[in-house]
């Protein structure tokens, strides 16, 4: 997965990445460094950030994720969204794969959307919000906690009619360097839920 964050505070590259033309020449060069998918964020999700609204985040993101599709028609194109309305257009538009930082928790009509979209469903666990996650994080036990919370959003996630579901332990959100070791000693614990692992 190769990601393309098409923001201005990304906490990675940026914002080298917003207009149209150094978009294609990144998703191109990591597709030739062997990307299957694309990841498509257009809200920064760094510690302390305040997330954009639907409206801000589509402005940014159609005309990249159109783009996109056209040059490239059978790459993987997951978009980071948590807006339910956004998932409705990028369902249309070509996406692949939803990544919800938020899973679910950010937009009520969000589990709906994606299952009407019967794209893939990625949901991350985050302890508060970006603005405030890294602002001493704290668990009795990390790893009882992810898995606990991930099995409440997998009942919820079916309930709503999602078939297919990913999980990201999102390592770094909402935790310290200890809690990210911890997660990452557990990832069998976490596997055993029986779905795939994104990190």
């Not at 590259?13 to 964020?41: C, N, P, R, V, Y």
């Not at 801000?56 to 309305?85: G, Y």
């Not at 950010?106 to 959307?113: C, G, H, N, Q, S």
């Amino acid at each position: 997965m190769g990601v393309l964050n098409i923001t201005p505070d990304s906490f990675y590259d940026g914002g080298k990445f917003q207009d149209l033309t150094t978009a294609l020449k990144h998703a191109e060069s990591m597709l030739e460094q062997g990307a299957d998918i694309l990841d498509l964020g257009a809200g920064s999700s760094r510690p302390g950030t305040v997330l954009p609204d639907a409206g801000l985040e589509q402005e940014r993101l159609l005309p990249i994720l159109k783009a996109i599709r056209r040059e490239w028609k059978d790459v993987f194109i997951s978009v980071d969204t948590w807006n339910s309305n956004t998932v409705k257009i990028v369902s249309e538009e070509g996406a692949d794969i939803i990544n919800d930082i938020s899973a679910g928790s950010f937009d009520t009509d969000m589990l709906k959307a994606v299952a009407d979209s019967e794209l893939p469903y990625i949901l991350m666990h985050m302890q508060g919000a970006p603005a405030t996650m890294q602002v001493a994080p704290v668990y009795k036990d990390v790893l009882t906690e992810v898995m606990g919370f991930f099995a409440e959003k997998i009942a919820l996630a079916g309930e709503a009619g999602i078939k297919d579901l990913i999980l990201d332990p999102g390592f770094g959100f909402g935790k310290n360097l200890q809690h990210n070791y911890d997660l990452l000693n557990g990832l069998a614990s976490i596997r055993n839920l029986g779905y795939p692992i994104l990190a």
